[in-house]
């Protein structure tokens, strides 16, 4: 059974730091790329971030300035985000999502979702 | 940026009835369009991509249509868990750059 299991949220300043972690299992996690979706408290759906299988691309949204670090270890089927300078406005939950995979193609819609993780930033 | 567009913003309808959302993109993005479900607490489920194709467990009565901007998600026979808000998101950029819509809230009638 495919499984994203996202932690490191929690309760955070603005002008902190937090570092989420997503733990995947169940497929060959090495093969696929992933990504960081947030949504804000009853909002709609925001693509964070996004990595390929070598961590040879990596995208972000032009909305976080160069504040966000994606990056995984294969080794440890394990992704990362790493959040700094953090502002109300990145309170969200966040999940991380994995692109599909045709064959060796990947395709660019997210198939399997985590449960999420909640940041709040607030003094 | 392609801004996603859906409509409505909440649609009541019984169940056993017939549900249609739409999404509407600011350009064309071919038929490289997803819709996804989600309940309340859950994370989102993806019923349809490339704007017609069901994802694998999803019933038959999801339907994807459309191509270019306008698209369509129907529901032919509502049922009680089908109840939930649904984004559509485009996947036509390069490099990717993901956008959804703003979602469309389907709630018993």
């Known amino acids: 059974e495919v499984q994203l299991v996202e932690s490191g949220g929690g309760l955070v300043k603005p002008g902190g730091s937090l570092r989420l972690s997503c733990a995947a299992s169940?497929?060959?996690?090495?093969?696929?790329?992933i990504n960081w979706v947030r949504q804000a408290p009853g909002k709609g759906l925001e693509w964070v971030s996004s990595i390929s299988s070598s961590s040879d691309y990596i995208y972000y949204a032009d909305s976080l300035k160069g504040r966000f670090t994606i990056s995984r270890d294969n080794a440890k089927n394990s992704l990362y985000l790493q959040m700094n300078s953090l502002r109300a406005e990145d309170t969200a939950v966040y999940y991380c999502?994995?692109?599909?995979?045709?064959?060796?193609?990947?395709?660019?819609?997210?198939?399997?979702w985590g449960q999420g993780t909640l940041v709040t930033v607030s003094s | 940026e392609i801004v996603m567009t859906q409509s409505p913003a909440t649609l009541s309808v019984s169940p056993g009835e017939r549900a249609t959302l739409s999404c509407r993109a600011s350009?064309?993005?071919?038929?490289?369009l997803a819709w996804y479900q989600q309940k309340p607490g859950q994370a989102p489920r993806l019923l349809i991509y490339g704007a017609s194709t069901r994802a694998t467990g999803i019933p038959a009565r999801f339907s994807g249509s459309g191509s270019g901007t306008e698209f369509t998600l129907t529901i032919s026979s509502l049922q009680s868990e089908d109840f939930a808000v649904y984004y559509c998101q485009q996947y036509n950029n390069w490099p990717p750059l993901y956008s959804f819509g703003q979602g469309t809230k389907l709630e018993i009638k």
């Open positions: 169940g497929f060959t996690f090495s093969f696929y790329t």
């Open positions: 350009q064309s993005v071919s038929s490289n």
């Open positions: 999502a994995r692109l599909g995979l045709v064959g060796s193609t990947t395709v660019y819609y997210f198939d399997f």
